[in-house]
């Protein structure tokens, strides 16, 4: 498996207020992905993060609201912006490494945010 | 197009007792399978999975999850449940066509008592 970093582990933001969260990985990935948890919820897929090119975003999310960079292939930036209290979320970062079907993600131990 | 059931939303079990978490799926493809947990205050571990082969999958922690086909089911267990066992699960699924995105379940919270 690999060492997922995310930065910051937990933040309180004010409303209308952007924060990029951090993603490090301690090996060469072929995919990472954020997810947002909302409150005891499941885990929902926001996009997945193209090294050097624009995210792949799930329906019901927009490159505006959660802009993603990915310049490399052990980093990922996650931004959310213009932040509303409906943005508390944990966030995480997953990564996928080899190649083929059925290999798992493995999860970073997400960003706790909460938005006043 | 995948989609994930988890009955109960909450299972309670005293300390040595079995544990079982139900997890259905629906799959257009062949899927692969995957039980996470989620400890209070970080990110999701995998425990096992199933891609192909033999159908009976051990993980970590002493859980054991059984593949069946004709019940569209990857039920997980464990034989005696500890203290250190109470957390959050997920079970997740993915088409075995390429790399495809996970499809998780609502989870399932483990609760233990002495």
Redo the contacts between chains.
């Keep these: 498996s690999a060492v997922?970093s995310?930065k910051p582990s937990r933040d309180i933001c004010q409303r209308g207020t952007s924060l990029t969260i951090q993603c490090q990985v301690d090996s060469q990935v072929t995919?990472m992905?954020w997810y947002r948890q909302q409150p005891g919820?499941?885990?929902t897929?926001i996009a997945?993060a193209n090294q050097g090119s624009e995210a792949t975003y799930e329906s019901g999310f927009v490159i505006d609201k959660f802009p993603i960079s990915r310049p490399n292939l052990t980093f990922s930036t996650l931004t959310v912006s213009n932040m509303s209290p409906e943005d508390s979320s944990i966030y995480?970062c997953?990564v996928?490494i080899g190649?083929?079907?059925?290999?798992?993600?493995?999860?970073?131990?997400?960003t706790?945010l909460s938005i006043l | 197009a995948q989609s994930v059931t988890q009955l109960g939303s909450h299972v309670s079990v005293s300390e040595g007792a079995l544990v079982l978490l139900r997890c259905n799926y629906s799959s257009s493809v062949p899927p692969y399978l995957f039980w996470y947990v989620q400890y209070p205050n970080q990110g999701l571990q995998l425990l096992l999975k199933y891609t192909t082969g033999a159908t009976l999958v051990k993980g970590i922690n002493g859980f054991e999850a059984e593949f069946k086909k004709s019940e569209t089911s990857f039920h997980l267990t464990k034989p005696s449940a500890h203290m250190s066992d109470a957390a959050e699960y997920f079970c997740a699924v993915s088409g075995s066509s390429g790399y495809s995105t996970l499809t998780f379940g609502k989870g399932t919270m483990l609760l233990v008592s002495p």
């Design positions: 997922i995310q995919m992905f919820q499941s885990l897929l997945t995480l997953s996928v190649t083929g079907g059925g290999q798992p993600q493995h999860f970073g131990d997400g706790r």
